[in-house]
């Protein structure tokens, strides 16, 4: 018997702009252009999503035993069959690959923060806006500060891929927080997804948390 799994290869993608607001001192076109263009971003990120995602299938005891090893690790299925792909890309990298490097450095603020995430539960820090002081103590680390940096050294020169890549590596981060401790996203009565926004901190907003009924 075999089981397909789903896998979304590479980083997640961020949605694509809000709504575009004219300015003032705009032409009359440039609010609809300004929507067009937002509209076509997310459009190519759509497709680039679409085109980064694989199926795997596997025999059912294989399934299984990642499985068992992910949850090990603290990460759901994807990210750990992510983490395999990349183990392999280093691997087989030569000396001084910038790939590799990069993927280096991410494998170690992944594991830096779930081990954090892991260590500060231990220590009764749990609460709703964990994700924030689990990155908020990581990034107080200097050295976890250049590897972060180096995590997304490839864009470093370009500021908007930059803020692209510095979203989704904290999306990742703020979902493999909430993995590692057993924790759920906080919901209000409707059943909405309760998020945070901050200024001057390390991330701009997250998911609040909180641990799932005994």
Do not use: C, W
């Amino acid at each position: 018997m075999v089981t397909k799994l789903d896998v979304v290869a590479g980083n997640p993608v961020k949605k694509g702009a809000g709504k575009a607001g004219k300015k003032p001192g705009q032409k009359a076109g440039a609010a609809p252009a300004a929507a067009e263009k937002g509209a076509r971003r997310k459009e190519r990120m759509a497709r680039i999503e679409q085109a980064n995602k694989i199926t795997v299938t596997l025999q059912t005891d294989v399934r299984r035993a990642l499985a068992a090893q992910a949850r090990a690790a603290g990460m759901d299925m994807g990210h750990f069959m992510q983490k395999l792909a990349e183990s392999h890309l280093i691997d087989g990298a030569p000396e001084g690959d910038p790939l590799a490097a990069r993927l280096k450095a991410r494998r170690g603020v992944v594991d830096h923060v779930v081990k954090l995430a892991q260590e500060m539960q231990a220590e009764g820090g749990f609460d709703a806006d964990f994700i924030l002081k689990v990155l908020k103590r990581a990034h107080a680390d200097t050295g976890f500060a250049k590897m972060y940096a180096a995590a997304v050294a490839d864009v470093a020169e370009k500021p908007k891929q930059a803020a692209r890549a510095d979203v989704a590596l904290n999306q990742q981060l703020g979902r493999l927080i909430k993995r590692a401790v057993g924790a759920k996203s906080k919901r209000d009565a409707a059943g909405k997804i309760l998020r945070a926004q901050v200024k001057d901190e390390v991330i701009s907003s997250y998911t609040l948390l909180e641990m799932p009924a005994a």
